[in-house]
């Protein structure tokens, strides 16, 4: 019998058919008409397994058995405890025939001993699967919360992952608001708008919170361990419960993890197991993912405050059309090239496209090609590798790695050398880099804006800047107003600046007098804006008094005669042609291209050709300013 049972305990998987197989032997080698397998849990006694008739069986009769350890008899049944390592509290029991219980006494030991290792053998193989396949499930569900950056998308998935695991009906993750004693459930499963509030001290989440324990509460102890002040609110009635502790990587208890209403029966030992794996790894990804959540909003707010702090102020038509178009831009991928003379803001222009685009989260990184020497430039740009020249004592990346993903604005891209263009191009069209000393391609994702001061398109005609890399850069033009031609945007930019330094300098802004506002007028402003900026920022420091009037203005800043003024003493006849060229170039480059240039001055295209060929004029010089398409102001 003993090696019939070890044959049937390794060929079975599952302990309850190795039961109903395993007890009809025994009770034909007892000799008995009935046998029963009981557990012990609580102050109740549960069957296992039983075969045979259905005899009345003493409870007493099983106790003794447990508290003595060894045989008992009482009205014709024998009972005798399983042995095991660590004792569940299980008894063995045989009724037999009128007169033979003494004569079964010493094989009821045997057969509980016999059963006792079968049994463990089984449940031990059975509950190694069971972990193996519980701990693949966990691995899988973690795996998919590791990919999840949303805390309220991610308790979801936490809550309906245990709810399957388990088998339980409704799960909810009870995060601690620590300062206001509370404990907020999200999500609360089968609740409306999926969030319960209770006192940090109440039921068993909140004995949990406290103790730090795991609770296991069975459907005989519910009605009073269970507060079912929230059931009755929620229209919902608590059988079980399987409540465990949320501990962070520190030790600090960030909530309680519950699981209600076992589908079949009460939770297991074996569910509490599941349950404190499932929430170790829970924390973990609660934490990762607040943590990612916080720096995600960190990095959308230092976002936003930049943005905030880069306007391209103005009222003046050219300027609300910059806007306009720029608007435009900001959505798409095309290059653009910023033109305009030093200081009217082309970099403010590329900041505000970047932070106006989807790249705004990503990187705005800055280089003024004009400081770039030859040997300098491919280092600086694309990156190097360690010992790749005597001073490269570690790797560097480049500012086109830096920048991937958002906004590489090149200033001053008319004075990069030569050289400089044609690497330059190779990575314009292929959008990978090479580390100088390296080999391995770094694909590379940033938005090129390039700015210059200088007419690009003369310089290819002289062949100075290459025709490749002029129209990969130019695909769309913007060109900034120098200041003098935006004499409505003069005051509005003083106070501006004037009231910013002010407030850093901890200081109220003096009032410009309406001579300080004409003399602003009329200066000439070769500096453009980074010089009324610099002559705002030495008021706010510097002068002392409360109204700056045009005397105090030149601090630093004196009128000049603007450097295209015509001679004085030039006849009527000299001057007019004079005027007349310069109002036909300014027209040509304004429009882009001769026939709305001719429409702008009333005249025919042949008519406009015919007058510049009056003038001395050809078509080439008048269009040197223009650099590329441009898109009409909206």
């Known amino acids: 019998m003993a090696q019939q049972l070890l044959m049937l305990a390794a060929e079975r998987d599952d302990p309850q058919m190795f039961l109903d197989e395993a007890l009809p032997t025994l009770m034909a080698g007892a000799g008995s008409d009935a046998t029963v397998l009981l557990r012990g849990e609580r102050g109740r006694w549960r069957v296992l397994s039983r075969v045979g008739l259905d005899r009345p069986l003493s409870w007493d009769l099983l106790a003794e058995a447990l508290d003595s350890e060894r045989t008992v008899v009482q009205k014709g049944w024998s009972a005798a405890p399983l042995p095991g390592w660590d004792p569940l509290n299980e008894v063995l029991a045989f009724h037999h025939p009128q007169g033979e219980v003494r004569q079964a006494v010493p094989g009821t030991s045997q057969m509980a001993e016999w059963l006792g290792a079968g049994l463990r053998t089984v449940r031990t193989r059975h509950r190694q699967r069971q972990q193996i396949g519980r701990l693949q499930t966990v691995l899988e569900i973690t795996r998919q919360w590791s990919q999840t950056q949303r805390t309220d998308e991610l308790l979801q998935q936490i809550a309906e992952a245990a709810t399957r695991l388990l088998q339980a009906e409704r799960a909810s993750i009870f995060l601690w608001d620590k300062r206001n004693h509370v404990l907020v459930g999200r999500p609360a499963l089968g609740v409306e708008q999926g969030e319960l509030r209770i006192a940090d001290d109440v039921g068993v989440v909140g004995q949990v919170l406290q103790t730090g324990e795991l609770r296991r509460v069975d459907h005989q102890e519910a009605g009073g361990e269970i507060d079912h002040r929230v059931d009755r609110q929620l229209k919902f009635r608590t059988r079980n419960l399987l409540c465990a502790p949320l501990q962070s990587s520190r030790g600090d208890r960030l909530g309680a993890f519950e699981v209600l209403n076992k589908s079949r029966g009460d939770f297991t030992p074996d569910d509490e197991l599941a349950l404190a794996e ?149 990575v314009l069209e292929e959008k990978v880099v090479v580390r100088v000393g390296g080999s391995h391609q770094i694909a590379t994702d940033a938005r090129v804006i390039a700015a210059t001061n200088q007419n690009l398109a003369k310089m290819v005609r002289e062949r100075r800047f290459r025709e490749d890399v002029f129209f990969r850069l130019s695909v769309v033009t913007l060109e900034l107003p120098p200041l003098r031609e935006r004499d409505g945007d003069i005051l509005l930019l003083g106070e501006h600046f004037l009231n910013h330094f002010c407030v850093k300098a901890r200081r109220t802004p003096p009032r410009l007098t309406p001579a300080a506002r004409q003399r602003l007028l009329e200066h000439h402003w070769p500096g453009n804006i980074r010089e009324l900026r610099n002559l705002m920022e030495r008021l706010a420091y510097l002068f002392q008094g409360d109204e700056v009037d045009a005397a105090d203005l030149a601090f630093g800043t004196t009128p000049e005669p603007p450097s295209n003024a015509m001679p004085l003493d030039l006849p009527l006849t000299e001057a007019t042609r004079r005027f007349q060229i310069r109002y036909i170039e300014q027209q040509i480059q304004a429009a882009g291209n001769m026939t709305d240039a001719a429409a702008r001055l009333g005249l025919h295209r042949s008519n406009l050709y015919r007058k510049m060929h009056q003038l001395g004029m050809s078509s080439e010089d008048a269009a040197e300013g223009f650099a590329g398409p441009r898109i009409p102001p909206s």
């Not at 905030?308 to 095309?334: D, F, N």
């Not at 003024?368 to 990156?383: M, P, V, Y």
């Open 278 to 426: 499932l929430a170790g790894h829970a924390a973990v990804a609660l934490e990762n993912t607040r943590q990612v959540e916080q720096l995600l909003t960190t990095r959308n707010q230092l976002a936003e405050q930049a943005a905030s702090h880069v306007q391209l102020l103005g009222e003046c038509a050219a300027i609300q059309g910059l806007r306009s178009t720029m608007e435009r831009l900001a959505e798409t991928e095309l290059a653009i090239l910023i033109l305009g003379e030093n200081g009217t803001g082309k970099e403010v222009v590329a900041q505000r496209l970047h932070y106006l685009s989807p790249r705004r989260h990503q990187p705005f990184v800055a280089v003024n090609c004009a400081a770039l020497t030859e040997t300098l430039l491919e280092s600086e740009l694309f990156g190097h590798e360690k010992g790749a020249f005597t001073d490269a004592h570690e790797a560097r990346p480049g500012k086109f790695e830096l920048a991937s993903g958002g906004t590489l604005f090149l200033d001053e891209i008319g004075d990069l050398s030569p050289g400089g263009q044609a690497k330059l191009l190779r």
